[in-house]
């Protein structure tokens, strides 16, 4: 009788140590953290922060570096163009555009010292040096072909000028 009990309270107690030791060294593998006393908390609070610095790294990432690539893109209701000015020319030197849309321009000079000017629609920029850049915003809210020009100097007689087409 008594040699019976021991070996049932024997068995019990390894089986309780076995299923025990299993469960924790498992926790302790998934945890990836050996040293941790903090076998529930460790999972739990390294799991959202890979996940949480990605999606901080990626979002400003292809905004950043997908604007200056392109050379005219409709965001929405802005177009967005870029002309370069150098001496006696623009580039590019036809601009088209639909009427009502708002028309960020960003004006850079490639040498000298150039400005770019669309009087129709009070678009103008500062006089600017080699390798600077304005931009400009305005919205067309007129329909025609309008001409845009350098005003320094003789520029705007040496040819430095361009058409802006708004259509309907
Ligand atoms: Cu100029």
Known sequence: MNKSWLVIGGVLVL?????????????????GQPGTGGIFEGPSVVTPSPLE??????????????????????????????VEGSSFKFSPNTIKVKKGETVELAFRSLDAIHDFNLDEFEAQ????????????????????????????????????????????
């Open 15 to 31: 089986g309780v140590l076995l299923v025990g030791g299993g469960v924790w060294w498992l926790q302790r593998r998934e945890s």
């Open 125 to 168: 920029t500062n006089q600017i040096g080699e390798g600077e850049e304005e931009v400009i915003e305005f919205t067309v809210n007129k329909v025609g072909t309008f001409e845009f020009y350098c005003s320094v100097a003789n520029h705007r007689q040496m040819g430095m000028k361009g058409k802006f087409v708004v259509e309907p």
């Open 53 to 82: 610095e990605e999606g901080l790294m990626v979002t400003p990432g292809p905004t950043t570096a997908v604007l200056p690539e392109e050379e005219s893109e409709v965001t929405g209701n802005v177009k967005k163009i870029v």
